[in-house]
C-alpha cells in the first residue's frame, strides 16, 4: 500500500496519537517536516491520502510553502484521496476549497463541548453527539461551499466539515496526547495568563483531570481515523 502523507508544520505539533493509530493499523506514512525545509510531494497519486497538521501561523501569512499546499489538497480531492486537517490543517482545507480564515470569535485554549448538528456525520465520531476535544486556535475557517457542516462550538461555531465521503477538516486537536498537551501548556503558560477570552481554560484546570481527558480523545480520535482511513487508496 502507498504511505500516507502528512505534512507537519512546527517542531511541537507532529502526528502524536495519529501516528500511534497508524502504526497500530500497519498502516505506512511518511512525514514531510515543512518546518526543516522539506519539499512537498511531487504528486499527492504516490500516496494513498493526505493529512495536514497544525501550527501557529496563518494561512493567510503567504508562506513559501502554502500555495503549493493549497494545491495539493485540491489535487488529492480530484483524485479522490482522503484529506484530514487538523486546526491549521483544517483551515488549509477550508481555503484551498474557496473559504475564508479569519479571526476567531473567541480564542479557544483547552477542552471544548461541541455538538454534532448534522446526523449523516455522525459516523466520524462513532455515533456521538457531544464531543470534548483539545483546542488551541485563535483564528476559524468558514465552511466552503462544497463542505458539509458537521460539529457547533459554543465560542467557535464552525468546528468541523466534510467534502464528500472521504473528506474531513477540523478547528480541534483531536490527534493529542498527554505529553503533546503539558508541553503546549507549558511553553503558552504567558499565552494563557494573558488571555480574557471565555474560551481559554487555566493550566492549573487542565492540567488537574488531563489523563481522563486524553482517554476520552482518544477514544474519539481512534473512532475517527478508523471512519477516514476507509477511503484510503489501496
Known sequence: MKPIAIAQHDPHDGPAHFAVFLHRAGLPFRIFRLDQGDGLPASIRDYSGLCLLGGPMSVNDGLPYQAGQLALIQEAMAADLPVIGHCLGGQLMAKALGGRV?????????????????????????????????????????????????????????????????????????????????????????????????????????????????????????????????????
Open 102 to 234: 479569519t479571526a476567531a470569535p473567541a480564542v479557544e485554549i483547552g477542552w471544548s463541548e461541541l455538538e454534532l448538528i448534522d446526523r449523516a456525520g455522525a459516523r466520524w465520531f462513532g455515533g456521538r453527539e457531544r464531543l470534548s476535544l483539545f483546542q488551541w486556535h485563535n483564528e476559524s475557517f468558514s465552511i466552503p461551499s462544497d463542505g458539509r457542516w458537521l460539529l457547533r462550538g459554543r465560542h467557535c461555531a464552525n468546528q468541523a466539515f466534510s467534502v464528500g465521503d472521504k473528506h474531513l477538516a477540523m478547528q480541534f486537536h483531536v490527534e493529542v496526547d498527554a505529553a503533546k498537551v503539558r508541553h503546549w501548556l507549558d511553553a503558552g503558560q504567558d499565552e494563557i495568563a494573558r488571555s480574557d477570552s471565555p474560551g481559554v481554560q487555566p493550566v492549573a484546570t487542565l492540567l488537574a483531570d488531563l489523563d481522563q481527558a486524553i482517554e476520552g480523545s482518544r477514544r474519539i480520535a481512534d473512532d475517527l481515523y478508523a471512519a477516514w482511513i476507509e477511503g484510503l487508496a489501496r
